[in-house]
């Protein structure tokens, strides 16, 4: 459940930070473009080259992340459905084991019974058969 909740919280704040990174991209845009216009000479190519493709790798993260909030409130969704499902399950259980122990006092006890049932059930049975044979 924690981690569908951290989940939860990491994509909220991908959908939150969206304006930031539309921000970014513009002005990745704009560095794009000025890199373009540019005309370096043959010595600077390389360099100018380099930036591009780092500045075109920026625009793909970003793009990435834009890509993955996009399906965030679905995912938060879903795992809201898991947390629910999941909380539903722990409560059954801690009622399961709250009954145990009122029951037969602690788990020891409950496996040992458990252990013993079939000799008790077996016993149980034959104790009836004694008393319709006695009739």
């Keep these: 459940m924690k981690r569908l909740a951290d989940e939860n919280e990491r994509l909220g704040q991908l959908m939150d930070n969206q304006t930031q990174r539309d921000q970014q991209k513009d002005e990745i845009r704009a560095q794009i473009k000025e890199n373009e216009d540019k005309s370096p000479m043959p010595w600077e190519a390389a360099k100018v080259r380099e930036e591009r493709e780092k500045l075109n790798q920026s625009m793909l993260e970003l793009t990435q992340i834009d890509e993955e909030a996009n399906g965030a409130r679905q995912t938060i ?5 898991k947390i ?8 059954i259980l801690n009622l399961e084991k709250q009954n145990i122990r009122a029951t037969f006092g602690s788990f020891e006890e409950f496996n040992q019974n458990n252990q013993q049932l079939y000799t008790k059930y077996l016993a149980f049975l034959e104790d009836g058969l004694k008393v319709n044979v006695d009739e």
Excluded: F, I, R, Y
Aim: negative net charge.
């Design 77 to 81: 969704k879903e795992n809201e459905a």
């Design 84 to 91: 629910l499902s999941l909380s539903k399950d722990e409560t």
